[in-house]
Structures are given as structure tokens and as C-alpha cells.
């Protein structure tokens, strides 16, 4: 007996019935960018590594533990130094960044705004909420004019809209500010004094973030970390006059949209590239993986990665999977124009060959039409038609043969009518 397949752990199919909340999800999103001006676009699933280790971090969780990296499709005898493998893209900004630098955008227009809709991959150990395979709705605003509080406020009121169009309520929008390189630099060592009192009360893996990448304790989940950290009074000393001042300026826009938000100085992101406005929108009905997206500014990271300097960005992602178990239930179902049953006499295929020729005329039409190639009885066939959710039913059988005029019927009043190949087409395309 053959072996019976599974889908990949930590990856899940999406079956028709959900795809169109999915195609929902999308369409509505697709809308809203085009209202704030963004285009999309689309970049590879897989990218070099040293991509995302130069721009995540090497010493990022992302990069040190989550990262899918593809077998190597290279002849022995040919590899060379340079060949440092490619890896599954695990978030979308280096990616976008990386297009950005390559096709000279910075050249082409002032300002990039850009949308991206796809899967993104993590090889982390999965849970609701977290797979292997995720997908994500993001944004990034490149360029060398995008270093403006007013351009944060819209980067955040934006993906604030597309959870509101889905009636998402109580969700809680977190901001904060790194601050510059330096003033990042200035709070990695607060930091770091603030902790070395408690270092033996971190886990092991805090204990060794605490000197490759610091802010990283901030988000640790362990009970007795989240202790320590929360009794830290980090406050915004670390900050440059300019840096608070931008800040303020970015809230001040936040408020002027009615956009509820709340400071919180232990948000830092775990990503190399952010500086400055970080936010995370969260909802407690998510249980532990309570995040339904996230994002920041990185003004320096399009220099980093070859491009121009002085060309700044942010952006955000949010994960299609989160933001769909957070919506408040509901069902969309397909339904079609209308499904046509045919009854041929025995030992006879008149009615369902003139059936077939009449679904792909009203097709060609846009009139969407299907038929059960089942042939069963009258009563099986409308079965099948109430099924497909059809407004309407056309039956074709000896007598509408005969007549050259076939039995419309309305599904929803039972109503049903005798007509024309011409009458029921303007019929239909008045409907």
C-alpha cells in the first residue's frame, strides 16, 4: 500500500472554501493601497542569504535559528567563496530593498510606495498562529525625501485601515523610538547596565543575547526575563533632542487621526535595520502569538545594502494568517449565474450535448455557468445546482428540444418561465 502524504509541518492548505475570505482579504487590501497611492510589487521567494544576514543581522534570531536556506544546485569542483547559498525570504523589506538598489528606483521617482502580498518562510517550531509558511501584507516607503514624521503617521494610520475594513476591534497599537544609530548605540549600553545586576535570573539564551545583540532580552518570552525586564525604567534619556523631537511629532500626527496608541519602551524589534518610530499592533485574542504585525523606519539600510546614501525608508508587514483569525467570523460562499440540468431521453445524448454547446456560448458571454456531467435524474441534478449556490437553473430535456425554448427558474422565488437561447441570456445579463 502506498505511503499517504501529509502537507510539510508547519505549512497548511487553503481550501476553497477558504480562499475566499483569502481573495477577501486581498481584494479590499489591494483597494486600500491603491486610495493611498502604493503600487505593488513582486520580488523572488528565495533570496542570497548573505541578503538577509546583512540586513537582519547575523546575530538575529531570524538569521541564527529561523532561516530555510535551499540545498546548494551546484556541480562538484565549481563552488566558489563567493557562493554563500540562498535561503527562503523570511520577511519582505531586505527583498524590497534589494529591487529597490538593483532597478535604480531612486533614479525613476522621488519617493517608492510599494506593496507586497506573499508567503514568507520561517523554520520555527509551529504553533497557531506561527507556521513554517506564512503570508504577509506589506509596505515600504523608500526614498531619498521619506525621513518625515508625517510619512510614519501614514505608514502606521494605513495598516491601522486594513485592520479596521475587517471589522477588527480591541486590537493594541504599541509604538516607540530607537532613536538614531548612536542614540541606539547610547541605549544598548543603558541597557546593558540596567541588566548585569539580574544576568543570572536570564535564560541561558538572554544570557548570551546580552552581549551579541541586547535589545533582543526585550522581547524574550520566558517568565523570569519578562520579570526582569519589566521592572527596567528605560524611559527616553538615551534619546538625542532631535530624535524626541521627531517622535513627538510623529504621536502629535497619530492624535491629530484619532489613532489610539500607546509608548512603550521595552518595543525595540529584534532586527538590526530599525531606527527611529518602531510599532507593533497586537490583540489579546491571538493568545501567545498576539502580534498581527509590525514594522519601523530604517533610514540607513539602503546605503548598507550598496544603494545611494541619505535614502531612507519604513515600513510594515502584517500576517494574512493572524489578521484572518482575529476578523470576527464570517463566510463568503461562490455562487454562480446559473447551473444547467439536462435530461436526455433513453439511449439519447441530445440534451447533453446541446447543455454543453449552451454553458460554453453563455460563458463566453461572462455568464457563469456549470452542469453535474454526473447525468443522474432530475432530482440528483438539483440537488447539485442548490449546492453550487445558483441563482438560476436552466433545464433542457425532450421538450424543450422540441420547443427551441428552454425552462429558466429563479432559485431564490421558484419561479420558472419558458424561453429563448436570446431571452434567457438578456435575462440573465440583466440579472
Not at 538593483?102 to 518562510?121: A, Q
Not at 510614519?152 to 538614531?180: P, T, Y
Not at 522581547?219 to 527616553?236: F, I, R
Not at 456549470?370 to 447539485?384: I, L, V
Request: with cysteine; aromatic share 8%; hydrophobic share 35%.
Amino acid at each position: 500500500m502506498a505511503n499517504k502524504f501529509s502537507a510539510p509541518r508547519g505549512t497548511a492548505d487553503i481550501l476553497p472554501e477558504e480562499t475566499l475570505l483569502w481573495q477577501d482579504l486581498e481584494a479590499k487590501t489591494r483597494e486600500l493601497m491603491r486610495v493611498y497611492g502604493y503600487r505593488e510589487i513582486r520580488t523572488p521567494i528565495f533570496e542570497e542569504t548573505a541578503l538577509f544576514a546583512r540586513s537582519l543581522g547575523q546575530s538575529s534570531d531570524v538569521v541564527q535559528k529561523q532561516m530555510l536556506n535551499l540545498a546548494k544546485n551546484v556541480s562538484p569542483g565549481q563552488e566558489s567563496q563567493e557562493d554563500g547559498g540562498l535561503s527562503l525570504r523570511p520577511e519582505g523589506t531586505a527583498s524590497i530593498v534589494r529591487s529597490y538598489i538593483e532597478n535604480s528606483l531612486d533614479k525613476k521617482e522621488g519617493l517608492s510606495k510599494l506593496y507586497y502580498v506573499g508567503p514568507m518562510f520561517r523554520g520555527e517550531r509551529p504553533q497557531k498562529g506561527r507556521l513554517r509558511q506564512f503570508h504577509q501584507i506589506g509596505v515600504e516607503v523608500i526614498g531619498p525625501n521619506s525621513f518625515h514624521p508625517y510619512l510614519d503617521a501614514e505608514v502606521i494610520a494605513l495598516s491601522v485601515r486594513i485592520l479596521e475594513q475587517f471589522g477588527i476591534k480591541d486590537f493594541e497599537l504599541r509604538i516607540n523610538s530607537l532613536g538614531s544609530n548612536e542614540d541606539k548605540r547610547n541605549f544598548s549600553t543603558v541597557l546593558r547596565e540596567r541588566l548585569k545586576k539580574d544576568m543570572g535570573k536570564l535564560c541561558p539564551e538572554c544570557q548570551s543575547r546580552f552581549e551579541r545583540n541586547v535589545f533582543r532580552v526585550l522581547d524574550c518570552k520566558n517568565k523570569e526575563c519578562k520579570a526582569v525586564v519589566a521592572k527596567l525604567d528605560l524611559g527616553d534619556a538615551h534619546l538625542s533632542k532631535e530624535s524626541k523631537e521627531y517622535f513627538g511629532k510623529v504621536r502629535e500626527a497619530l492624535g491629530s487621526l484619532k489613532i489610539r496608541h500607546t509608548v512603550s519602551p521595552q518595543l525595540v524589534r529584534g532586527l538590526d535595520y530599525y531606527t527611529h518610530t518602531v510599532f507593533e499592533i497586537s490583540h489579546s485574542e491571538l493568545g501567545s502569538q498576539d502580534a498581527l504585525g509590525a514594522g519601523g523606519r530604517y533610514n540607513d539600510l539602503v546605503q548598507e545594502l550598496g544603494g545611494s546614501e541619505g535614502v531612507g525608508g519604513i515600513g510594515f508587514a502584517l500576517g494574512m494568517e493572524r489578521v484572518l483569525l482575529a476578523q470576527p467570523a464570517a463566510e463568503l460562499k461562490q455562487s454562480i449565474d446559473c447551473f444547467v440540468v439536462s435530461l436526455d431521453a433513453a439511449g439519447e445524448k441530445k440534451a447533453s450535448s446541446e447543455a454543453f454547446k449552451f454553458i460554453e456560448e453563455l460563458r463566453a458571454k461572462a455568464v457563469t455557468a456549470d452542469t453535474s456531467y454526473a447525468q443522474g435524474s432530475m432530482k440528483s441534478q438539483m440537488r447539485a445546482a442548490d449546492k453550487s449556490g445558483a441563482r438560476y437553473v436552466i433545464i433542457i430535456g425532450e421538450d424543450e428540444l422540441r420547443d427551441g425554448k428552454y425552462t429558466l427558474k429563479n432559485m431564490h422565488s421558484g419561479d420558472q418561465e419558458k424561453l429563448s437561447f436570446s431571452e434567457v441570456l438578456a435575462r440573465l445579463l440583466k440579472k
